[in-house]
């Protein structure tokens, strides 16, 4: 910090110094100057850029486990996963495999997929509806700006300072006459 310079002599030390003086801030009284290397100021100004736009397009992936034989508590985890990176910002691709004889009861994954897209919509929109590929159901949501406001505005109005909730996952009752 050198204080308020006059033009020329900023000059002067920037050129005896062997670098260049680039205005940093032109709006300000006086202008904000710095004495520095020019194309370094600008390939780091190039690299700020890039970093801001490669994180918006990013696409995660959720996999609703190895076969259809998945506990309710682990797909309650995978929504709660995918929660967050919709709140990020993020696009989230679902996939649920089949293995083997599942192929033969496809409804089940169909239904799994569609309970996951239900429980996410209230943050996101569904871009690709689910469809099968192979031994793959695939399906992305992107996610819903106003959506994600509305929830957070929600969630600051209940004090909770936009934590995820965990889901509350119903368990088949048990046919095995437990008697207690």
């Given at each position: 910090?050198?204080?308020?310079?006059?033009?020329?002599?900023?000059?002067?030390?920037?050129?005896?110094?062997?670098?260049?003086?680039?205005?940093?801030?032109?709006?300000?009284?006086?202008?904000?100057?710095?004495?520095?290397?020019?194309?370094?100021?600008?390939?780091?100004?190039?690299?700020?850029?890039?970093?801001?736009?490669?994180?918006?397009?990013?696409?995660?992936?959720?996999?609703?486990?190895?076969?259809?034989?998945?506990?309710?508590?682990?797909?309650?985890?995978?929504?709660?996963?995918?929660?967050?990176?919709?709140?990020?910002?993020?696009?989230?691709?679902?996939?649920?495999?089949?293995?083997?004889?599942?192929?033969?009861?496809?409804?089940?994954?169909?239904?799994?997929?569609n309970d996951v897209?239900?429980?996410?919509?209230?943050?996101?929109?569904?871009?690709?509806?689910?469809?099968?590929?192979?031994?793959?159901?695939?399906?992305?949501?992107?996610?819903?700006?106003?959506?994600?406001?509305?929830?957070?505005?929600?969630?600051?109005?209940?004090?909770?300072?936009?934590?995820?909730?965990?889901?509350?996952?119903?368990?088949e009752p048990d046919?095995?006459?437990?008697?207690?």
């Amino acid at each position: 910090m050198v204080g308020i310079v006059e033009t020329d002599e900023a000059r002067r030390r920037a050129n005896d110094l062997g670098l260049d003086l680039v205005e940093i801030s032109p709006d300000a009284r006086p202008p904000v100057c710095k004495i520095m290397d020019y194309g370094k100021f600008k390939y780091e100004e190039a690299k700020k850029q890039k970093a801001g736009k490669s994180k918006a397009s990013e696409l995660k992936e959720v996999r609703l486990g190895r076969s259809m034989k998945i506990d309710p508590h682990d797909v309650g985890i995978r929504v709660q996963q995918a929660r967050r990176f919709l709140l990020e910002g993020h696009k989230v691709q679902l996939v649920a495999s089949y293995k083997g004889r599942e192929m033969a009861h496809r409804d089940i994954g169909e239904r799994l997929v569609n309970d996951v897209i239900n429980r996410l919509l209230d943050l996101g929109k569904l871009e690709a509806a689910p469809r099968l590929n192979g031994k793959r159901i695939n399906a992305i949501i992107s996610p819903d700006k106003n959506k994600i406001e509305q929830w957070k505005r929600k969630e600051q109005a209940a004090g909770r300072k936009g934590e995820i909730e965990a889901v509350e996952i119903k368990d088949e009752p048990d046919d095995e006459g437990d008697d207690e």
